[in-house]
């Protein structure tokens, strides 16, 4: 390249700099070690000495014009709001202030919810003070029943002389299944819901159980739901609740009193051990009998299961109650 060449292409690439990389590389490129006009300032002492007159002086002038091209056009970039020869990006987005955030069992209800909805569930509730009759009676937990022992509950106290109408009788639910019972008497199938809610259980607490804590009861009923449904249902709600990850599922056998079969299920992450979340089954005949359908007419599944258990999980919390304890320390890492 001669001279007007290389000062043509200079400025031509000069023009095309947005930041002072771009601005450096050019410089380096033309006046640098290994620069297109160095190469020439380089070659004139072996130049004859006419060409020297000639090229000598508007090599030299043309540096001079190449080193204020690149300063002006430096400044220009830092003045006009374009990337100053610092690191620091003026254009770099702001960062957002943060005024807190969800607690991690909102956090894990919001997904629970979105997902089912996703699937077309409706999401009910339900009460937390509850009749001894939704808690139990209903789900065919019979008053004499030793199945009532899987519960251990907190007694509202009872006016004088006792009420012995198990629908006056109050409680604390202590699980979310009675909303099963009070759904059905006043919706007709084919539907599927789920009930996330608050529950009690009169119980001494340790690093896996609280007196208070909040489960995710399901109800599908139709004219087939059956366990293939179900499986598939719960499969697909763990893979999107767990993000992806791989998951192992089990099913054992189990006893409810409110499903026939029951089944318990077991997932299983990578590396992990076989944990326990949540027990299902088919919905048992007394129970659509209690709530006013024909069995023959219906068939459907349910299940439960602990939100509370489910956030461990995911998170890697060691203990439940850290979730109602209040301390920064562990609200903070969320
Ligand atoms: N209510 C049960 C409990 O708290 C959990 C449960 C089991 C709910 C089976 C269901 C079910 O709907 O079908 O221990």
Redesign the pocket.
Known sequence: MNIPEIKKSFFRELGKAHDAVDIENVRVAYTGRNGKLTAILRSLGIMPLEERKKTGPSAQALRKEMEEALKEKTNALAGSGGRPASNVDLTAPGKKFSRGHLHPLTIALRDVRRIFSSMNFSVIDGPEIESEYYNFDA?NVASNHPARD??DTFWIKQPEPEEKDPRKHLLLR????PV?ARFMREHTPPFQIIVPGR?FRYEATDAGHEINFN?I???VVGKNANLANFKFILEDFFRKFFKGKKIEFRYRP?Y?P??EP?VEVDIKLAGGKWLEV????M?HPRVFEYAGYNPRDWQG?????GLDRLTMIKYGIPDIRFFYSGDLRFIKQF
């Open positions: 789900l899987m519960w202590t699980h979310t299944s099963q529950v489960q009861e399901g109800l189990s409810f409110f499903t029951s949540m027990g299902a089954g919905v599944f349910a299940f439960g299961m």
